[in-house]
Each structure stands twice: as C-alpha cells, then as structure tokens.
C-alpha cells in the first residue's frame, strides 16, 4: 500500500488570523495553537476597540473671531450726550436789560435756589425754591416769565454752589424751553441782598 509520508495541514485562527500549523501521520496531530483568551460572559464576541475621540477646534476658533470681528465693526458705540450753549463774544460793549426783563436765579450751597425779578437796586423780593418739579420749573413756566418775550433769565452761582446745581439748572431752562438766559458773575449787590433776605 502506497504511503504518502507525513502531510502538513493548515489551521487559521479565526479569532486573530493567525496559522497554526499541524502535521498528520494517520491521525491529525496537533503542534501548535494559539490561545485566545475569552471571557465567558461575554462569549466569543471581539472586543471592540476603544478609539478616542477627536474633535478638531479649527473651525470653531474661526467662526468665533469672524463674529468678534463683525460685531466689532458694525456696533456703534455710545456716543456722549452733550448741551450745545452759544455763548456771546467777549468784545463789544454790554447789552443793558431792563428790570422788568430780568429774572435772577442765585444757585447756593446745599442745593439752594433763591430767585428774584428785576435787579439789587430796585429792592426786589427774595424768594427761596429748589429743583423739584414744583420748584424752579414753576417759576420759569409762570405767567409772568411766559407772557413777556423779553425775559432774559440771569443765572448766578455763589462760591459754595455745586456745579451740579449749574447744570440742574439748565436742564431746567432746556425743559421749560427758555430761550432767553445768560452765565452772569455774582455782584457784590447781589450777595448784599441775599444777606438782607
């Protein structure tokens, strides 16, 4: 009978891929295997790999100085509120007013308003208000202020005044929508007056 000698057979690891190789004489007789270990919960499923996650930023940093850089150039920024006076040139000789035209308003420490009609020397009656809305706004909306186009209001302030005052007082002429007022220095008659008050 013909013997073919010893006859080597193949294997493959289904698992990894691997071969292991066997020889036969008669009988499979097997050399060489490789082990696989296997969790028993699991079965003979594989094991997925674990890959990391990667996300690449690059895009995102863009988008985010493409907008900084479009708000930037399209918003506008507040801009400061300002009150435009026109105030007379110093040259020339002064416009004198009548007493009947003047209204004196006398800004004074601890937000005090005294207010007087005509000058120092026509004895006028010192009167005493504030910056409320019943205050210096009434007096400047009265018929006797309204009722004579003329009316040249005259503000004063003394050393101890704030110049806050100075622009509450403003704000006041631009309410009442006084046309007609002049920044005038404080006399030596006119502190003589409100001392006499």
Same mark, same amino acid.
């Given at each position: 009978m013909w013997n073919p000698g010893p006859r080597f057979i193949y294997y493959t690891n289904a698992a990894e891929g691997l071969p292991a190789s066997t020889t036969t004489n008669g009988k499979d007789k097997i050399m060489a295997q490789v082990q696989e270990k296997q969790n028993p919960a699991k079965g003979n499923r594989k094991r997925a790999r674990n890959n990391g996650f990667h996300l690449d930023m690059t895009p995102m940093v863009d988008l985010a100085f493409l907008l900084l850089t479009f708000f930037m150039l399209t918003t506008t920024f507040a801009r400061l509120q300002t009150m435009e006076i026109n105030m007379p040139v110093t040259t020339g000789p002064n416009t004198p007013i009548p007493g009947k035209n003047a209204l004196n308003i006398v800004l *004074?420490?601890? *937000?005090?308003? +005294? +207010?007087?009609?005509?000058?120092p020397g026509d004895e006028p009656e010192v009167k005493q208000t504030d910056f409320s809305a019943t205050g210096i706004r009434q007096v400047l909306l009265a018929e006797q202020v309204k009722s004579n186009p003329n009316m040249v209001v005259l503000v004063k302030a003394t050393e101890s005044s704030r110049f806050k005052n100075m622009v509450d007082v403003l704000d006041e002429l631009k309410i009442t929508d006084t046309r007609k007022y002049a920044l005038v220095e404080l006399q030596e008659e006119d502190k003589a007056l409100l001392a006499s008050r």
């Amino acid at each position: 009978m013909w013997n073919p000698g010893p006859r080597f057979i193949y294997y493959t690891n289904a698992a990894e891929g691997l071969p292991a190789s066997t020889t036969t004489n008669g009988k499979d007789k097997i050399m060489a295997q490789v082990q696989e270990k296997q969790n028993p919960a699991k079965g003979n499923r594989k094991r997925a790999r674990n890959n990391g996650f990667h996300l690449d930023m690059t895009p995102m940093v863009d988008l985010a100085f493409l907008l900084l850089t479009f708000f930037m150039l399209t918003t506008t920024f507040a801009r400061l509120q300002t009150m435009e006076i026109n105030m007379p040139v110093t040259t020339g000789p002064n416009t004198p007013i009548p007493g009947k035209n003047a209204l004196n308003i006398v800004l *004074d420490e601890a *937000d005090k308003v +005294y +207010y007087f009609f005509g000058f120092p020397g026509d004895e006028p009656e010192v009167k005493q208000t504030d910056f409320s809305a019943t205050g210096i706004r009434q007096v400047l909306l009265a018929e006797q202020v309204k009722s004579n186009p003329n009316m040249v209001v005259l503000v004063k302030a003394t050393e101890s005044s704030r110049f806050k005052n100075m622009v509450d007082v403003l704000d006041e002429l631009k309410i009442t929508d006084t046309r007609k007022y002049a920044l005038v220095e404080l006399q030596e008659e006119d502190k003589a007056l409100l001392a006499s008050r």
